[in-house]
């Protein structure tokens, strides 16, 4: 599994029905006023990323005269989502009936939007999205991204549903701030604690920082518009999603260490 970090616009999507959002949904507290993209101070997505050849597409047709697109123009990126789209159906369809098991959705909980190669449930205080790209020139290979954006994705209540739902999809925690970090400012912070100082690392500018958490085994990497959060090959969901609500509060004034480093 290897997980991007990119967000999509799906111009085009169609609505396939209406949406009552909120009382019926057995998922305690997600119905909020807030945006599905909302969290304190930005935005918050999980994302995973499947990644395979072309030619093993359902709709790719060797004997129709199907190529392996070689640049990731504008038709390429139609014929992949074309010849790509009853993925993108199924792992959507995935997803969902873990999200319908574990939270108790009926039908009218959601709204569902359809558009070629992508679609887009969403629900009271979050947001699905999959779908599907050419990944670049030459290689080859096509891209299957899921997104789920939400206020409520490290509250700790829910964090075992989430697990359910989504292990094995997603990998990789973002989170956009609303204003700039202060990078530099978090390294200084850091380098303060002598169990986080062995694990930390940044470039001679200090533009970006990395620290690797060993338990649970969580990469966190802070740039001035984004946090990531990144389990390696052979983690969790749930060290990804534990780990991340230990290390955000390094980002404020006072450094709440997370547990789990070694003393030096």
Known sequence: MQVGIRAKAFPGFRSCHGVRRGKELGMAGLASADTPDSFPGGRLTLQGLTVGPVTKLSGFQKERGHQVPKVPDEAAQAFVQAIGEEEVRNHADLVFQRLRREFALRRRDFDLQLSKGAVRISLPGSRLDVWIELQGERSGNYELRTEISGEKLLEEALIPQWVQVLEGICSELIWQPNRPIEVEKVIDRLEEDARLRP????????????????????????????????????????SLLEGSQRLLPLLGTQISSPDGFSQT
């Open 199 to 238: 694990h930390l690392d940044y470039p001679l500018d200090g533009s970006f920082l990395t620290l690797v958490c060993p338990d649970p085994l969580v990469i966190w990497e802070v740039r001035a518009d984004r946090v990531t959060f990144r389990i390696p090959a052979g983690g969790d969901l749930r």
